[in-house]
């Protein structure tokens, strides 16, 4: 790991958080101790400005440091909306057109400068903020386009202004679309039916509120400086190395609490527990970036890291056939598993000269790419058992999913990926084993990928996989964050990707596709107008048999064209040493923190 320079968000004092956390503790019968969470990222975070990201581990850190008007309820399985900075839930109105908010008075950001030592009270205002910020030209969102689909009445024409003028974003024009009607009461006109905004209104880690005057304080470093009302608050990071956060001392008063099914054994217990407890029960949470995944697994075997999310490599050793190894079972180590709702796919960007385009011949190469990918001995070898092939962009467990769909998507069949070859042109010309392009041109898949020991695992496959149909790869290297950033430029031809829902529905998920979000959520670049009606058919209908016919449709439109090969379903296997209590995996939300607690009597001594 690259070690970087340590950036202390001020003014926050750690060593006054520490004594605080000890007070706490004395008061527990635990003089001196500070409950900690310690476990590890496997890729690096981007910046923590809510308006800026969108990688898993940014989103992470900013869901537990600010806060959006509603969140999952951490023990509902189905997973349930409820009130989190507001009141209560949405009063709708005019068929989903109308949505008006509530927010609880009495919840204070985190101390900062920016405040010049004066209480910060959250309002509603403080939401049409943060909304705003995704249309401001100077501030490039990569999802923008997630809110703009929303259709918020006049927000964009704010932001067309701006760039047509070439001056600033108006924050201080009300719109129609997002206003505050009073200090507590924040309101929404969208200019369709949106059955499914709550969902947007659900998401901490990006949309939690942001103050405008923290904003102002820090112009040039914000993503460096978050200042939310959430639980936590930042207090060390090295990037790409370390992260600290404490508990915001001056967290609202927030007791454990939740509504898990009547047959939800372990939801039940966990609400016996917990229930009444202050939240966040911890302390401090410490997360290192560990992109490989031996130092990940030993630290954890060495009870250094408190969770784990077991790495393939060793789902042999740790769940063999599905169940935890005796031998983990014996020190008290507990399991969570489950098929995450996610996918992984490569991309193709269609705006490349090689792999992009609309005609057949380009269409047939990618096809041929997927009908050559053996999805198969992935799942089998690389992965050791621990995926189910994916059929389509949906995810399991969400809107439209059905576990006996089969498409082409997951086919393998080598002798017609070389057939399709074969037919469009890309043959071998000069006998040196390799297809050159229709016009005679060498043929080279430039393949984006990341220095990492388990990734090269993937590499080697996909090479050989390949090799097998003719085609030439050339492999990519470049950390993470450097990848993203070239993708969201469009300079990448392909990449391997994981994507996880951030909540129960396909919509955001097909903004992967969507032609107007093309270099922000759409790293593709896949536009067709067939698919973009019928991705706002989709946003527009509630759920139901007319909205599984189009969504139906628009997955073959998919696989038709193939932008992008869907691999598999990830199984997931969380791993919890015996003094982390509460832990469960959350489907949506990634928040948890505040529902865990540390028994830091049982945790060995550190050397």
């Known amino acids: ?96 057109r109308t949505w008006t908010i509530r927010i609880q008075p009495g919840i204070y950001f985190v101390d900062d400068l920016a405040f010049k030592g004066k209480p910060r009270e959250l309002v509603a205002a403080d939401y049409v903020y943060s909304w705003k910020r995704f249309f401001d030209p100077a501030n490039p969102s990569p999802t923008y386009s997630n809110f703009n689909e929303e259709g918020a009445l006049g927000v964009n024409a704010l932001r067309e202004e701006a760039i047509k003028t070439k001056r600033p974003f108006d924050y201080d024009r009300e719109v129609e679309g997002v206003r505050a009607l009073d200090r507590y009461t924040l309101q929404f006109k969208l200019g ?34 978050p200042v939310g009302t959430g639980a936590f608050r930042l207090t060390e990071w090295r990037r790409s190395s370390r992260l600290v956060l404490e508990r915001n001392p001056n967290y609202r008063e ?34 290192s970036i560990i992109e490989e995944s031996q130092p990940r697994w030993l630290s954890f075997l060495n009870g250094q890291f408190d969770l784990l999310s077991v790495p393939l490599e060793f789902a042999n050793q740790a769940v063999p056939g599905g169940r935890l190894a005796p031998y983990l079972a014996k020190r008290g180590v507990r399991m969570d598993r489950y098929a995450n709702p996610d996918r992984t796919y490569y991309y193709f960007n269609m705006e490349d000269p090689i792999v992009g385009g609309m005609t057949p011949d380009k269409v047939a190469l990618r096809r041929a790419i997927s009908l050559g990918t053996d999805v198969g001995q992935e799942i089998r070898g690389v992965r050791r058992g621990q995926a189910i092939a994916a059929q389509s962009v949906i995810a399991p467990g969400g809107f439209g999913y059905d576990p006996n769909y089969r498409s082409e998507n997951s086919e393998y069949d080598v002798a017609r990926a070389k057939a399709l070859l074969d037919m469009y042109g890309y043959v071998d010309r000069d006998g040196d084993g390799w297809r050159e392009l229709p016009d005679g041109r060498p043929l080279v898949i430039e393949y984006a990928s990341t220095p990492d020991a388990l990734l090269r695992q993937f590499d080697e496959l996909w090479k050989k996989n390949m090799d097998a149909i003719g085609i030439r790869i050339r492999i990519k290297l470049a950390q993470w964050p450097e990848q993203l950033k070239a993708a969201r430029a469009g300079q990448l031809m392909v990449w391997q990707l994981g994507g996880t829902n951030a909540t129960p529905d396909v919509q955001d998920t097909l903004q992967n596709l969507y032609g107007p979000a093309a270099g922000g959520q759409n790293l593709s670049r896949f536009k067709d107008g067939r698919f973009d009606e019928l991705y706002r058919r989709l946003q527009s209908l509630p759920d139901g048999p007319e909205r599984l016919a189009v969504l139906q449709e628009a997955l073959k439109i998919l696989t038709a064209y193939m932008p992008q090969k869907y691999n598999v379903h990830r199984i997931v296997t969380y791993l919890m040493q015996p003094w982390l209590l509460g832990y469960r995996a959350p489907f949506y939300g990634n928040q948890f923190w505040q529902y865990v607690d540390i028994d830091e009597s049982k945790r060995p001594v550190r050397k």
Request: charge should be negative; aromatic fraction near 10%; avoid cysteine.
């Open 254 to 287: 927030l007791r454990y609490d939740g509504e898990p099914a009547a047959d939800d054994a372990e939801g039940q217990a966990l609400l016996r527990q917990f229930k009444g407890r202050r939240l966040p029960m911890i302390d401090r949470v410490e997360i």
């Open 1 to 96: 790991m690259r070690r970087r320079e340590a950036i202390v968000a001020a003014p926050l004092l750690l060593g006054a958080g520490l004594a605080a956390a000890e007070e706490r503790a004395s008061a527990a019968g635990s003089p001196g101790t500070a409950k900690v969470l310690h476990y590890a990222f496997l890729a690096a975070e981007t910046g923590f400005d809510p308006s800026r990201i969108n990688d898993l581990y940014s989103r992470v850190v900013t869901g537990h440091m600010f806060e959006a008007p509603y969140r999952f309820d951490y023990l509902a399985r189905p997973v349930k909306v409820v009130p989190h900075t507001a009141a209560a839930m949405p009063e709708i109105a005019d068929e989903f």
């Open 192 to 225: 369709s039916p949106r059955p499914r905004f709550l969902y947007t209104v659900v998401d901490s880690g990006l949309f939690g509120a942001v103050a405008r005057e923290v904003v102002e304080f820090y112009p040039d470093a914000i993503a460096e400086h």
